[in-house]
Nanobody, 118 residues
Framework: VQLQASGGGLVQAGGSLRLSCVAS????????MGWFRQAPGKEREFVAL????????NYADSVKGRFTISKDNAKNTVYLQMNSLKPEDTAVYYC????????????WGQGTEVTVSS
């Protein structure tokens, strides 16, 4: 299984970015796809998730109303649309995948860096 994240960059506060995660190597129909982030000096934290089947979503309180997770089944791609970005959103963002019944994510992408300037 491979997860390839992209779309990070430098943006001013209030701006937007869209991250992409291309998944390959298996069928993900019974999987949950997640986005996590890790800021310098901090632990990795959950950002958002989406069920590959059914499209159920969940968000961290810190990003609710600003970030939107979505997917394109035909392209095996999960997106994270990030609007109204804040300097505290600066982090390396990772996509991850786990079977629906699993407790932990067992597949991780390489990360894409997002920097929000004030």
């Amino acid at each position: 299984v491979q997860l390839q994240a992209s779309g990070g960059g430098l943006v001013q506060a209030g701006g937007s970015l869209r991250l992409s995660c291309v998944a390959s190597g298996r069928t993900f129909s019974n999987y949950v796809m997640g986005w996590f982030r890790q800021a310098p000096g901090k632990e990795r934290e959950f950002v958002a998730l989406i069920h590959w089947s059914g499209s159920s979503t969940n968000y961290a309180d810190s990003v609710k109303g600003r970030f939107t997770i979505s997917k394109d089944n035909a392209k095996n791609t999960v997106y994270l649309q990030m609007n109204s970005l804040k300097p505290e959103d600066t982090a390396v963002y990772y996509c991850a995948a786990k079977p629906l019944v699993a407790l932990q994510y067992n597949y991780w992408g390489q990360g894409t860096e997002v920097t929000v300037s004030s």
